[in-house]
Structures are given as structure tokens and as C-alpha cells.
């Protein structure tokens, strides 16, 4: 998201709400992760949408879609959704963005897979988020070779 200011005057970020999925956060906790994550930069807007991305881009007034690319197994996906939104809205442009080296190989299930069973994600999310999936899932962080988070009852 910060990246993407280097090519953007205003952000907006949108919050999807999918109903073929279950997602950890509500869309309300999911915008206030984010937003707690950027710090309060008055370039960047999160808000929440449900439906069509164009129809959500045409809404905030937005000439561009950024799309973040994290592997080659995604761009087959991205790029047929970019294709369609080209023929819903072609005065909208799509633009992939790459990860950084650091963060890769990382996904959101397999981060909340970690959380689930305590395992440190200190330094793979922001604070906030690493701080509300322990709460989520009542796991404290283990030091590496730790196998069960609940302390045992006697």
C-alpha cells in the first residue's frame, strides 16, 4: 500500500466482503487492522465493498486498480480478472505490483495457520494484526520447538 503512493496522488483501499468465504475478521475488524497498520496517512482511504470492483472503482472515483502479484500461480487469476474488468470499465486501468523479497512467500492462510498453533509471526505482520490473531485464536507466541500454546492442567 505504501509502495503504491509512489504512483498515486489518493488510495483507496478496498475492504471486499466475499460470501463464498469465512474470513477470520469481519470486514469492520479487517478495516480497523489495516487502517492501524498505515498509521492514519491521509493519502490512504479504507473502506469496505461488496460486489464488482469496477462498480467499486467507478464509486470512489478511481482510474486505477493496483493488484498485488505474490506468485506466478497468481497472475493466471489476476490477470483474467483484469481482462474481464477491462471489458466492464475500459477506462480502468489494471496495474500488478510485486512483493518485497522479505514477504514473498507469504499468504494469509498460511500466516493464520502459524497463529493458530502459536507460532511466532512477529515480523511477518504488523504488530496489530500479530497482537489480534493471538487474541483470535488464544494462542500466546512459542519459542521455535514449542508443539502445544495451552498450558497443561495437572
Known amino acids: 500500500i505504501r ?3 509512489r504512483f ?5 483501499v478496498g ?3 466475499n460470501l463464498a468465504k469465512q474470513p477470520l475478521f469481519s470486514i469492520d475488524e479487517r478495516i480497523a487492522l489495516i487502517k492501524a497498520a498505515l498509521d492514519d496517512d491521509p493519502r ?6 461488496k460486489g464488482l470492483v469496477v462498480n467499486f472503482a467507478k464509486e470512489a472515483g478511481a482510474q486505477i486498480v493496483l493488484r498485488g502479484l505474490r506468485a506466478v500461480a497468481d497472475f493466471e487469476y489476476e490477470y483474467q480478472m483484469a481482462l474481464m474488468n477491462r471489458h ?4 480502468l486501468e489494471t496495474m500488478f505490483m510485486v512483493p518485497s523479497l522479505e514477504v514473498s512467500y507469504l499468504s494469509s492462510s ?3 495457520e502459524v497463529a493458530k498453533f ?3 509471526i512477529d515480523g511477518l505482520v ?7 490473531l493471538r487474541a483470535k485464536y488464544n494462542t500466546p507466541s512459542l519459542p521455535i520447538g514449542s508443539t502445544d500454546p495451552r498450558p497443561r492442567q495437572s
Open 15 to 17: 475492504v471486499a466482503s
Open 118 to 120: 502459536g507460532g511466532d
Open 126 to 132: 504488523h504488530p496489530a494484526v500479530a497482537a489480534a
Open 44 to 49: 490512504i482511504e479504507v473502506r469496505s465493498f
Open 110 to 112: 498460511l500466516v493464520r
Open 8 to 12: 498515486v496522488d489518493r488510495l483507496v
Open 88 to 91: 466492464l470499465a475500459p477506462q
Open 3 to 5: 509502495r503504491s503512493l
